[in-house]
């Protein structure tokens, strides 16, 4: 996982079991999760099904808010509004007409942590990603 603006992160603990974070109250952010991706097996170019991602937030201070699918730089689908929080689970994003890869797939996970009106603990603006992958169609 990669974060765009690491400045409007108090903290990241990577472990085992994922990727623990805590964003700045106020703040937006942008993760990236570039996943490995065969393009061609036996001499046929893979399709992009889903990509998958499981993640839990400390509470409605840490939202989840859009996830890009990517091949490269080619947007395949946006999944806008979402206002994901809490035990989020494991999540299925299903990618159209499942396109053939042509470079590699990147899902791009926009996130808040928007302000809160009383004081909270730290985990209240947290994020743990356990998992982020692909379904990769013959």
């Given at each position: 996982?990669?974060?765009e603006f690491p400045d409007n ?30 393009v061609i097996i036996n001499d ?90 692909c379904d990769f169609l013959p």
């Open positions: 996982m990669q974060i992160i108090k903290s990241v603990r990577r472990a085992g079991g994922g990727t623990y974070i805590v964003g700045k109250e106020g703040t937006t952010n942008v993760f990236h999760f570039p996943i490995p991706t065969p046929h170019r893979l399709r992009v099904g889903s990509v998958l991602l499981k993640c839990v937030t400390g509470s409605n201070h840490a939202a989840i808010n859009t996830v890009n699918i990517n091949d490269g730089k080619v947007l395949l689908k946006s999944y806008d509004n979402l206002n994901l929080i809490g035990n989020i689970g494991l999540k299925r994003f299903d990618v159209p007409n499942s396109p053939e890869v042509q470079l590699g797939v990147d899902i791009v996970v926009h996130v808040s942590f928007p302000p809160a009106m009383e004081i909270h603990p730290d985990d209240a603006f947290s994020m743990t990603f356990e998992a982020a992958g």
